[in-house]
């Protein structure tokens, strides 16, 4: 099973900016994708953002579109989360997940073991 790798993660004040890495093992599913989704303390884990390997569709989960950019690089099998006008609420354990964009979208199988993200004056 591919294995997923995150990192970047920090603390950072109000207004500033963080870029997550996840690296994976391999690629081997068909209408393959990449994404990321986030945790607080007493939360659901919630969707972050997702991109479509081979066509680079992105997605954005509504609170973070505009602020967030993903990207990838097929070469190394890495993708990007640029994290800008960081706010507290932001503050979370972010979790990189890969596998096919249905599953991607709906209930991720694959998860790496997560970064913190700390949002804080």
């Known amino acids: 099973q591919v294995q997923l790798v995150e990192s970047g993660g920090g603390l950072v004040p109000p207004g500033g900016s963080l870029r997550l890495s996840c690296t994976a093992s391999?690629?081997?599913?068909?209408?393959?994708?990449m994404g990321w989704f986030r945790q607080a303390p007493g939360n659901e884990r919630e969707f972050v953002s997702a991109?479509?390997?081979?066509?680079?569709?992105?997605y954005y989960a509504g609170d973070v579109e505009g602020r967030f950019t993903i990207s990838k690089d097929n070469a190394k099998n890495t993708v990007y989360l640029q994290m800008n006008s960081l706010k507290p609420e932001d503050s979370a354990v972010y979790y990189c997940a890969a596998g096919t964009m249905y599953h991607l979208l709906n209930v991720p199988k694959v998860w790496g073991p997560g970064t913190q993200v700390t949002v804080s004056s």
């Open positions: 991109i479509n390997w081979r066509g680079g569709n992105t």
């Open positions: 391999e690629v081997t599913f068909s209408n393959y994708g």
